[in-house]
């Protein structure tokens, strides 16, 4: 390939980093794929780190040493994290999405990608520096957010079953109590798919009684796992007691009423 | 914000380009968040299209007339698809993915975002102009794969359920027979997740007989929904006759077989 010009190599690093968050790129790659001198690619690195900056779009870092480099690291915004939330706010306010029982229907923003990316990208954020191992969550529709998480942590998801499959292979069982249902349950995991002692971060899309939560973090004690983090997308204000202590709700549900309407909003503690 | 140099402009404009795929930008948002002149801007994405074109990282496409603008498009080069699914084929080639009954375990690579990005990518890349309006999966292994399909196609996924939920409201259903235990089963999707007449791709993570997918093609025409594709990541080879036609797999699987391992390919159609 010809020689790149200046701003062609940023865009490209840009690209290249951003495309693939946490991944750590050595020089030589570059120098190599820009046929460019370590020196011209150290400079532009310069530039690209200012502007991530400037315009508060996450981080590039240097890693020192033998097996070092640069990586990108995401970082969501106080002002991206309060629109996103606010937009996801308005949404579910809409008394069309209250199912008998007093449910929601919610499907249509936890499956889009476009809302999962900046909820992924906010628990990113928050849990950057736990030195998570893997993100863990029970099917079926905490699935595409905690996958988002697990995409900007650049580390792998691990999807908690609630039947024995025979494609997992040997399993780990838990019983737990699930609190919309009230119903003993029991949910299953490969006995490969966690390394003993790992630090884990739960995610899922929404939080009642913590029954759920409460099951997935006794799961993980059985593999010597540390759950350094607990983020669901919705938690209601009541119970006020959960099953669980310090989980991270990015929003907090006040009600939901076929008369009186949903009451919502984001959880100020993000904005802290 | 003090004014940027071009490259760090072309550097901001290939990363709000590239983190939402498919999404239409217009100028304006541009000279205002960088306070700068159309004509610069114009000049910024001049650059920013050679370099995705050298590069081979994708495409910036201009879209005319009054709800036009730039949006980037996600293409997952020849080269990059090739070396993508032969090290996703390599990893698959392990004796100890054998789970008794000529199983594969196959959970940490479709769950792990670092190899779903990229088969999401192919995917993507593969129906990106066939007007699609919706990705539709069935619970729970393909989920991850559909999802990042969605992503780069900037589309809402569809899950369809193996149980009727209460979170769902009303649903559709559709009897079908799994061609793994040779049951009937029954799926579900909400009847306000897909609209009338719309185009969808259907993705999952395993085809044999093919039953999973007639059940979807099924329960998609009770939407008036027109199939424009059907991707799975592994399709076996046998049996050759499928329950449904023109499905597109990433890898054909041969043979899985505790004495004489596992024999598997991309499929070569990937690559013409």
Redesign the interface.
Same mark, same amino acid.
Not at 4 to 8: A, I, P
Not at 103 to 108: R, V
Not at 111 to 114: D, G, L, T, V
Not at 166 to 169: F, Y
């Given at each position: 390939?010809s020689k790149?010009?200046?701003?062609?190599r940023?865009?490209? &690093?840009?690209?290249?980093l951003?495309? #693939?968050p946490n991944?750590i790129y050595t020089l030589n790659y570059f120098t190599n794929?820009f046929n460019a001198a370590k020196s011209t690619i150290s400079e532009d690195l310069v530039?690209?780190k200012?502007?991530?900056e400037?315009?508060k779009?996450g981080r590039v870092e240097t890693i020192a040493g033998a097996s070092g480099g640069v990586k990108y690291v995401p970082d969501m915004n106080l002002q991206n994290t309060r629109e996103a939330l606010n937009e996801i706010c308005e949404m579910i306010k809409d008394n069309r999405r209250i199912?008998p029982?007093s449910?929601?229907?919610?499907?249509?923003l936890i499956?889009?990608?476009?809302y999962?990316?900046k909820m992924g990208k906010i628990f990113a954020t928050k849990f950057m520096n736990k030195n998570i191992d893997y993100v863990v969550t029970v099917?079926?529709?905490g699935?595409?957010l905690a &996958?988002?998480t697990?995409?900007y942590l #650049?580390?792998?998801?691990?999807?908690v079953?609630n039947d024995n499959k025979?494609?997992?292979?040997s399993t780990v069982s838990m019983n737990y109590v699930s609190g919309s249902t009230g119903k003993i349950q029991t949910m299953y995991v490969?006995k490969?798919?966690i390394k003993y002692g790992a630090n884990v971060l739960i995610i899922d899309d929404f939080m009642k009684a913590g029954g759920t939560a409460k099951g997935l973090l006794d799961l993980m004690k059985e593999f010597d796992a540390e759950v350094k983090g607990i983020g669901v997308m919705v938690a209601t204000r009541e119970p006020e007691e959960k099953l669980v202590d310090g989980y991270l709700p990015l929003i907090i549900l006040d009600r939901v009423d076929d008369k009186k309407g949903i009451r919502l909003s984001p959880n100020e503690v993000l904005f802290n």
């Open positions: 390939m790149l010009k200046r701003n062609e940023v865009g490209a &690093l840009v690209k290249i951003c495309d #693939n991944e794929i530039i690209v200012k502007l991530m400037d315009l779009l199912i029982g449910f929601l229907y919610m499907s249509d499956y889009n990608p476009a999962v990316r099917e079926t529709k699935i595409p &996958l988002m697990a995409n #650049n580390i792998p998801l691990v999807i079953r025979i494609t997992e292979g490969s490969r798919a």
